[in-house]
């Protein structure tokens, strides 16, 4: 039989072989699922621990079970019920953060756990009620155990959609004893315990906003409801107004035939100005509706846009609403909430300031701001219009910008550009008792909060700290040298800081795009409420 077997065709050979297979996985499959099991085990005698083990049958004989179920729970006991969980061991404690306690670097960051639902129950009109007791009205839920409710915040009146509490408060205004500097558009914040109390409201008719990059082009009216701008300067191709749209088509006062033409132009002037490479930051003085800004974001820059909140109340809330960075500053007494060497270029077109004004302190803001050999762009009418007040302006201009070492490269048309120096070898060389002086030695150009404006030259850091940048993109992932005068308390190398900082960004980012649907909700303009070294 078995010689008769083998000389069989072989494709019969196969399939009795595959006959077989299945039908001895189906009756192992059908004893493991349905049948009773027999588990083994080994055990010692109790009396003698020190005897052989033993294999004997389980207590689970002739006992249905689940092996499956059984090796997928096979886990650690549940503690009691009602039992707090001990302390932790001292020094088993996660931390999070990018140097350890002993001062040194650590390249791995842990991120707490999330609880996504916690996003979708998050409410933003909340306030704490601290009073004893449970509350009675609708809107609010109390615990007497804890002694305090949460309330929703109502709404502001309608007239204060545009309420901003550090630049509206009359009353710190009327207190002022002077305005005529400027001093009403500063920051006037109201005092503890008279803050705003209820949600400012949306203009009516508010919309979603349109989306980069279709905002730089167009916004929705009822967004920002003003027309005093396109009544103003409707004829200069700032804006116009079409239907229940405002369109920006790119011009501005200096530069009526739109913003990229502009741009070459200052470029074709000053061949070392590359946008995108050497200058990377931006300050927009006077901005406008902030075309400026925002035709240089598709040349790699990023252009803060400053205008003060005056009879042109909306232009900061035109930039904001295009996508366009911006904030409402004004020159005028204090410095700007922005550190000494900031900025590769600082830009006004018409923007409607006297920098030669009490020996040049605005100007010599600027200068503060300016990083070592950047430029300073001037495009107005003493530039290139010759009635006798503004030719006495442009060499007042040209007095001054002399004075502080500043290299006036060329004018051109009507825009004229200055350098900074990247040292400060000329100061050292000007005569005695020439104005402005150079700033106190004790004196910290990158203290900024409330501080006065001072009408002196602030010393540049004696190691070229801040000239030496390198370009863009690589200037994203190289620590800068100026790196090394920032007051961190750091232990360690601050190259290194700045690394750490970057990577651990990079995660908190990527762990918030995925987890709060960022990209679903088209994110355009963001605030950092604490930027540290800025790697966000």
């Keep these: 039989m078995t010689g008769d077997f083998l000389r069989t065709p072989l494709t019969l050979k196969i399939a009795t072989f595959f006959f077989i297979a299945v039908t001895f996985f189906y009756f192992g499959k059908h004893w493991s699922d349905g049948y009773q099991q027999l588990v083994f085990f080994t055990q010692r005698s109790d009396s003698d621990p020190n005897s052989n083990p033993v294999v004997s049958t389980s ?61 979708e129950q998050w409410v933003n009109e909340t306030q ?9 009205s609708p ?13 929703k915040f109502g709404l502001c009146p309608r007239e204060m959609s545009e309420y901003i509490p550090c630049l509206d408060n009359e ?72 239907k229940d749209k405002f369109k920006f088509p790119g011009g501005g006062t200096q ?27 931006v300050l927009d003085v006077g901005c406008g509706v902030a075309s400026f800004g925002a035709y240089l974001l598709s040349r790699n820059v990023v252009t803060m846009s400053v205008a003060p909140k005056d009879v042109h109340e909306n232009q900061i809330q035109f930039a904001l609403e295009r996508g366009v960075p911006a904030m409402a500053a004004a020159f005028a007494t204090r410095r700007l909430l922005y550190p000494s060497q900031a900025f590769d270029l600082v830009h006004c077109s018409r923007c409607r300031i006297n920098w030669t004004r009490d020996d040049g302190i605005l100007l010599l803001e600027v200068n503060r701001m300016l990083r070592a050999g950047g430029y300073f762009v001037w495009a107005a009418q003493p530039v290139y219009k010759h009635e006798e007040v503004l030719e006495e302006q442009w060499e007042e201009m040209l007095n001054l910008t002399t004075r502080l ?74 620590p800068p040298d100026r790196l090394q ?44 409420m604490r930027a540290d070294l800025q790697q966000h």
């Design 59 to 119: 207590p689970n004989y002739a006992k249905p079970f689940n092996v499956s179920a059984l090796i997928e729970n096979n886990s650690q006991p549940a503690p009691p019920e009602n039992v707090p969980p001990p302390p932790p061991e001292e020094g088993s404690i996660e931390k999070l953060g990018v140097v350890n306690e002993n001062g040194t670097m650590s390249d791995e960051f842990e991120v707490g756990d999330f609880d996504p639902g916690m996003v």
């Design 128 to 136: 704490v009620d601290e009073s004893e007791g449970s509350s009675s």
């Design 139 to 151: 809107s609010s839920t109390s615990d007497s155990d804890v002694g305090f409710g949460i309330k």
């Design 171 to 242: 009353d710190a205004i009327r207190k002022l004893p002077s305005t005529e500097k400027g001093e009403r558009f500063e920051r006037h914040c109201p005092e503890q315990g008279r803050g705003l109390n209820c949600l400012v409201p949306a203009p009516n008719g508010y919309r979603t906003p349109i989306p980069w990059p279709r905002s730089r082009d167009e916004v929705w009216y009822n967004n920002v409801p003003h027309t005093r701008l396109v009544e103003d300067k409707g004829g200069q191709n700032w804006i116009s107004r079409d």
């Design 255 to 281: 530069f009526i035939h739109g913003a990229n033409e502009y741009l070459d132009h200052i470029s074709k002037m000053i061949p070392d100005i590359t946008f995108g490479k050497h200058i990377r930051v």
């Design 405 to 478: 070492c500043w290299n006036f490269l060329k004018k051109d048309g009507y825009i004229a550009v200055w350098q900074k120096p990247s040292d400060n070898s000329c100061y050292l060389d000007r005569e005695e008792g020439t104005k402005p002086p150079m700033c106190d030695p004790s004196d910290d150009p990158d203290n900024v909060w409330y501080a006065d404006l001072k009408a002196c030259i602030s010393e540049l850091p004696k190691n070229m700290y801040g000239a030496n940048v390198t370009e863009w993109p690589a200037r994203l992932q190289s």
């Design 485 to 528: 005068t920032i007051k961190l308390d750091a232990f360690t190398s601050r190259s290194e800081l700045f690394r750490a900082e970057s990577k651990y960004w990079n995660e908190i980012i990527a762990s918030n795009v995925r987890v709060l649907h960022w990209k679903k909700i088209r994110l355009r303009n963001v605030m950092d």
